[in-house]
C-alpha cells in the first residue's frame, strides 16, 4: 500500500508537556502534510488540502507550518478547509491545543483518555491507537449499529478505550481537561428561495469549480494521470464529464461489477464516449468476499466490510506511482438530490439502515439533528458510505467534488422540492449537459411517469417470477443477477462462497457468547435467507475478532 500514513500523540494532562508525537508519512502529497516540533509548539496536518493555495493566499502564509500556528494562535480556524485532512496542533507552555478531522468524517481523529494516569492519546489511525491504548472491552451498543445500521452512526467504536471524533468537530485541549467542539455544520434545514433555473445555474458553477480543484492537485504533484471511478450512475459520469469539458486529459477510468450487466454495459459505453483508458474489474466470482479480515481492519471495523465491493481488489492492483487522487462522485445522488422521497423532515432514526431484521435496542442522539435530511447525511451518508475512505485512502486519498465544502453548502441550500425525485439532477444534465443526458443510466427519471412506472413493475415483475423460478427449483438463484454487487445472487448460485460465510460463522460466533444478545441477534442475522444479512453477521464477527483480544 502506497498511502499508509499516520500520527500519534500522547498529552499528559496533569504536566506541562506532552508526553510523545510520532508519524509517519507517505511521499504523496507531501506539501500537504506537516510535522513541527520544538519545546514550545506541536503542529501535525495529514492529509490533502484541495484549497491550499486559497487558504495560503487569504491567510498570508506560504507553507502548512504557518497555517496551522495560525490556527493555534487562533488567527484563523479549519471550517474553510476543503479535502482530506486531519489535523493536531498543541501550545506546550499554555497547555492548550486543537485536534480535527475534517467536515465529512471519510477521516477522523479517534481519541482515548486513561482516566487513572490522566493522559489523552489522539491519533488519525484507529489501529495504531488501539495498539497503544489497548483494546479495552466490546462496546455493545457499537457491536449492535453494526448489525442493523451497517456502519457506526454515533462517535462510537468496537472498544470501549476509544472514541471517534465526529464529522465538523474539534477536540480542544485546555490545561488539565478537554471538550468537543463543533466547528462546521451542514444544514440541510434552512433552504434559500430560488428558482429551478437559479438553482441549475448555482449548481454548475460550484460543480465546475470543485472538479477543477481535484484535477489541479494531481497536476501540482506532477502525477503524469488521473484516475477515476466510473460507473453505470451519473454522479461518476459528471465527473469526468466536467473533467473533460474542462479538458483535463490522460484520465484512465476503472470499473467493477458483475459482468454482463446494465452497470457493465453503460459504464462502458461512457468510457468508449470519453476515449479514456478505461479498465473493467469482474466480480463474477465474488472472490473479494473472502479478504473479509484484512477489509475489516482497513476500514477500522467501523462498517460492514463487504460495502466497497471490488474496489479493494483493484486498488491493490494499480501502481500508483503515476496516479494522484482517486477521483470519484461519492454521494452525488444524495447532494443534487435527495435520501428522501417527500417532504416530510422527521426525524426517522430507523432510516438509512443496510438492513431491517432487528429492532433497535440503542438509538442515536435524535436532538443532534434539526432535520431528517441532516439525520440520513451524517449517518448513512458520512458514516456509511464514506466509511470505504478509510480503506481507499491506504493507496491514495479519494476525493469526490460533490463533497465539496461549497458545493454541498449550496445543495443544502437549495430547496427539497426541487431536489426530490432527482429533478434538479436531471434538470441540470439537460440543460448544461444534453449529450450527457442522452447515455443510458442506472438512475430512472422519476418525472417521466409512465417510464418510471414501466420501469417498476418490470423490476416487479421480474422479482416474482425469479422467487417463482428458484422455488420450483427452474433456476438457481431468486434474483437476477443484473446488478452492479448481486450478493444474494452470487451466495445462491456459488457454492464455494456459502460454505465460506457458513464456516466462517460456524468458527467465530463463539467471540461474541458473553453477550447474549449479541449473539442471539447475529445468530437471527445469519439464519435469514437474506445474504446482506449474512455478511453483516460475519462482518460483526470479524471487528470483534481482529480488536477485542
Not at 488540502?49 to 487558504?55: G, P
Not at 466509511?387 to 465539496?404: G, K
Request: glycine content about 6%.
Amino acid at each position: 500500500m502506497t498511502n499508509c500514513s499516520y500520527w500519534l500523540v500522547c498529552v499528559d494532562l496533569c504536566s506541562s508537556h506532552q508526553d510523545f508525537a510520532e508519524y509517519s508519512f507517505s511521499d504523496r502529497f507531501r506539501d500537504d502534510k506537516c510535522f513541527f516540533e520544538d519545546e514550545y509548539f506541536l503542529l501535525i496536518c495529514d492529509g490533502v488540502l484541495l484549497n491550499k493555495k486559497d487558504l495560503f493566499r487569504s491567510n498570508s502564509c506560504t507553507s502548512m507550518k504557518d497555517l496551522l500556528f495560525q490556527i493555534l494562535f487562533g488567527e484563523t480556524t479549519v471550517e474553510r478547509w476543503t479535502g482530506v485532512f486531519t489535523g493536531f496542533v498543541y501550545d506546550k507552555t499554555k497547555r492548550k491545543g486543537y485536534a480535527w478531522g475534517n467536515q465529512t468524517g471519510d477521516v477522523s481523529c479517534f481519541y482515548s483518555f486513561d482516566e487513572k494516569n490522566k493522559k489523552l492519546f489522539v491519533s488519525n489511525n484507529f489501529n495504531i491507537l488501539i495498539e497503544r491504548v489497548g483494546c479495552g472491552a466490546l462496546d455493545e451498543k457499537t457491536s449492535h449499529f453494526l448489525l442493523t445500521y451497517g456502519f457506526v452512526p454515533d462517535d462510537g467504536t468496537i472498544s470501549c478505550n476509544i472514541k471517534r471524533i465526529n464529522p465538523g468537530c474539534l477536540l480542544h485541549l485546555m490545561g488539565t481537561g478537554f471538550r468537543l467542539k463543533k466547528y462546521h455544520r451542514f444544514t440541510w434545514s434552512k433552504s434559500v428561495d430560488m428558482t429551478m433555473e437559479q438553482a441549475v445555474e448555482g449548481l454548475d458553477h460550484h460543480f465546475r469549480k470543485a472538479v477543477r480543484l481535484c484535477f489541479e492537485k494531481d497536476i501540482e504533484y506532477g502525477y503524469k494521470r488521473h484516475l477515476a471511478d466510473l460507473s453505470a450512475g451519473l454522479d461518476s459520469r459528471m465527473v469526468n464529464w466536467i473533467a473533460c469539458d474542462l479538458a483535463y486529459k490522460d484520465i484512465t477510468n476503472i470499473s467493477y461489477s458483475q459482468s454482463q450487466t446494465d452497470e457493465y454495459c453503460f459504464s462502458a459505453q461512457m468510457g468508449e464516449r470519453f476515449l479514456n483508458e478505461f479498465f473493467h474489474h469482474s466480480l463474477d466470482d465474488a472472490t473479494f468476499l473472502y479478504d473479509i479480515d484484512e477489509m475489516v481492519k482497513l476500514q477500522f471495523g467501523l462498517g460492514c466490510y463487504y460495502s466497497i465491493s471490488g474496489g479493494y481488489q483493484w486498488l491493490r492492483f494499480i501502481n500508483f506511482c503515476n496516479y494522484g487522487l482517486e477521483h470519484t462522485g461519492q454521494l452525488g445522488d444524495v447532494i443534487v438530490g435527495s435520501y428522501l422521497h417527500n417532504e416530510v423532515q422527521t426525524v426517522n432514526l430507523n432510516a438509512g439502515r443496510y438492513s431491517s431484521l432487528l429492532p433497535l435496542r440503542f438509538h442515536v442522539q435524535q436532538e443532534d439533528y434539526k432535520c431528517h435530511e441532516d439525520f440520513m447525511m451524517y449517518t448513512r451518508g458520512f458514516k456509511g458510505i464514506l466509511n470505504t475512505h478509510y480503506l481507499r485512502n491506504n493507496f491514495t486519498y479519494a476525493v469526490s467534488p460533490f463533497l465539496d465544502l461549497e458545493f454541498m453548502e449550496f445543495c443544502a441550500s437549495i430547496p427539497l422540492k426541487l431536489r426530490l425525485d432527482s429533478k434538479l439532477y436531471w434538470k441540470w444534465l439537460d440543460t448544461k449537459y444534453p449529450v450527457a443526458a442522452s447515455f443510458p443510466s442506472s438512475r430512472m427519471r422519476n418525472d417521466r411517469k409512465v417510464i418510471s412506472f414501466l420501469h417498476k413493475l418490470k423490476n416487479k415483475v421480474s422479482y416474482e417470477l425469479y422467487d417463482l423460478g428458484y422455488k420450483l427449483g427452474l433456476l438457481k438463484s431468486s434474483v437476477n443477477r443484473n446488478h452492479m454487487n448481486p450478493y444474494q445472487y452470487w451466495y445462491e448460485t456459488n457454492e464455494h462462497l456459502r460454505n465460506f460465510i457458513c464456516d466462517y460463522f460456524d468458527e467465530n460466533i463463539h467471540i461474541v457468547g458473553d453477550y447474549p444478545e449479541l449473539y442471539k441477534e447475529a445468530c437471527t442475522m445469519y439464519n435469514s435467507n437474506n445474504a446482506i444479512n449474512k455478511l453483516m453477521a460475519i462482518s460483526l464477527l470479524a471487528t470483534v475478532k481482529t480488536y477485542i483480544k
